[in-house]
């Protein structure tokens, strides 16, 4: 699902005929995985560490 959500980020275009424009998951998902192609992400659960939602932001930053 994450292929298909951010095709570009994960370099698998032309793979899949449907492709997702909403991708919602808990933190677990937020680690190692490339969602460059989203250009909004909403944190629903605010955690104690506050270096958190700089990182699941960092992970729809584009890579260069």
Do not use: C
Request: hydrophobic share 40%; net charge negative; proline share 5%.
């Amino acid at each position: 699902m994450i292929n298909q959500f951010a095709p570009i980020a994960n370099k698998k275009t032309n793979q899949y005929s449907e492709t997702y424009d909403i991708f919602i998951s808990t933190d677990t998902h937020g680690v190692g995985v490339n969602m460059q192609d989203a250009s909004v992400v909403i944190n629903y659960d605010i955690d104690w560490i506050t270096i958190k939602p700089a990182q699941r932001a960092g992970i729809i930053l584009p890579k260069n």
